[in-house]
């Protein structure tokens, strides 16, 4: 599909959705690719065959990405399909990530857009809402701070 430099892309992770671990992510053109295999600097040739197998035989839509030390190859994915698996329960860590960007993205433009008095009333708003609600984990303001700070697509440790 596609041959990428690394200032190209955005590559970040995000929590798998049953186990403890972080899956890496490149987004391209709103495209997102999971990685597959990584090869060293002097594999160029065995990457190239690697992706055009994919690519052309295959009919997978991957990426190759050529850095100075490596290259990496990436299958393209929706985010929602990681919580398909077997057994999965569901995409709900994925939801809750998104919430938590919503939530953040609101209160970032009110912010920006009606100054920093408004956006303190509209935190306290969200904080008596959620708590009025038993919300999960959130059981004071402070609670609510940390929502507004944390980064959910790399750290996980966020209400269930």
Known sequence: MFILKRQDVEISSIQHPQREQ???????????FRLLSVFGATQEEEAIA????????????????????RYSVWGKIRLEQLGTEPSSG?????????CILLLQTVYMDVEDFLGARQAGLFQKDIAKILIDSNFPQVQS???V???LKIDPLTNSDFPT
């Open 90 to 98: 569901g995409t709900r860590g994925s939801y809750i990530q998104a």
């Open 50 to 69: 690697f992706w055009r197998d994919l690519t052309d035989h295959r009919g997978k839509a991957c990426v190759l990405l050529e850095e100075p030390e």
């Open 145 to 147: 701070q940390q929502l």
């Open 22 to 32: 972080q899956i890496p992510i490149l987004n391209y053109q709103g495209q997102t």
């Open 141 to 143: 303001t402070q609670a």
